[in-house]
């Protein structure tokens, strides 16, 4: 792997080298994640024993969500500075690995989840095949990942010194994501943009709120992000 390539990989591992994940995360963008995760593309009901792959764990919420709520999580990601995070918040059984070239199983998990996680690869759409192969017949596969109409606005304040980030990021459209998984013999259970904008605060909450309801089914594509629930047939 070229250095060029290990230094982007491998960004959020070296802050978490050096920071706690909530430092360089922003949490009210993260509770909504949680909330919108596990309050309404799937049921808490079907997390119970199920096993439950949560691939790319970051600073470990959703390894915690999903174990609170009674799932048999594991949790994967590129960096044993990651992982030490998530430990810290679960007691998740923990795999260092990629999504480009998952480590686990094929046909292995009731559900997977990868929030927020594939844009930060070379390859997003590599990476939902790999993540749509570990899935059980009948499993579910959930992703979250920011929409490409804001790719320009989020490569400009980089380039303007506005925001500290080297990673890759590679956005998808809402119909790239839909072709890909129904091409790999996914059943779209439900999709949806949330987030009407970049600027993540709690001060803000009801607009948040508005927007989604308003526009995240009709118009995804506006959204910052898309949430994505996919059935494996």
């Known amino acids: 792997m070229h250095k060029n390539q290990v230094n982007k990989t491998f960004i959020y591992d070296k802050l978490a ?3 706690k994940w909530d430092d360089f995360a922003n949490e009210y963008e993260t509770a909504r994640r949680l909330q919108l995760i596990f309050g309404k593309l799937i049921d808490p009901s079907e997390l119970k024993n199920r096993l ?3 691939a790319g764990s970051g600073g470990g919420h959703f390894s915690h ?6 799932a048999k999580v594991v949790s994967l990601d590129v960096g044993l500075n990651l992982l030490k995070q998530v430990g810290r918040k679960c007691n998740s059984k923990k795999i260092l690995g990629s999504v480009l070239e998952l480590p686990v199983k094929k046909n292995h998990f009731d559900i997977v989840l990868s929030t927020e996680v594939i844009e930060h690869t070379p390859d997003p ?9 570990v899935v059980k017949p009948g499993g579910f596969l959930l992703v979250t990942v920011p929409c490409r109409l804001w790719s320009p606005v989020v490569k400009l304040a980089t380039l303007l010194k506005l925001r500290p980030y080297e990673g890759y990021e590679n ?9 890909a998984l ?4 996914f059943s779209i259970e439900a999709l949806a943009g949330f987030n009407f904008c970049p600027f993540f605060s709690e001060k803000i ?5 508005f927007f989604d309801k ?8 506006l959204m910052v992000n898309i949430a994505v629930k996919a059935r494996k047939i």
Not at 65 to 70: I, M, Q, V, Y
Not at 182 to 185: S, V
């Open 205 to 209: 909450d009801g607009l948040f709120g």
């Open 182 to 185: 129904e091409m790999l013999d």
């Open 52 to 54: 439950f792959l949560d």
């Open 125 to 133: 759409i590599n990476a939902l095949r790999e993540l749509s192969v």
């Open 171 to 179: 956005f998808l459209w809402p119909g790239e994501i839909r072709h």
């Open 17 to 19: 080298a050096r920071n």
């Open 65 to 70: 969500a999903a174990e609170n709520l009674g």
């Open 214 to 221: 308003i526009y995240g089914k009709s118009m995804p594509w």
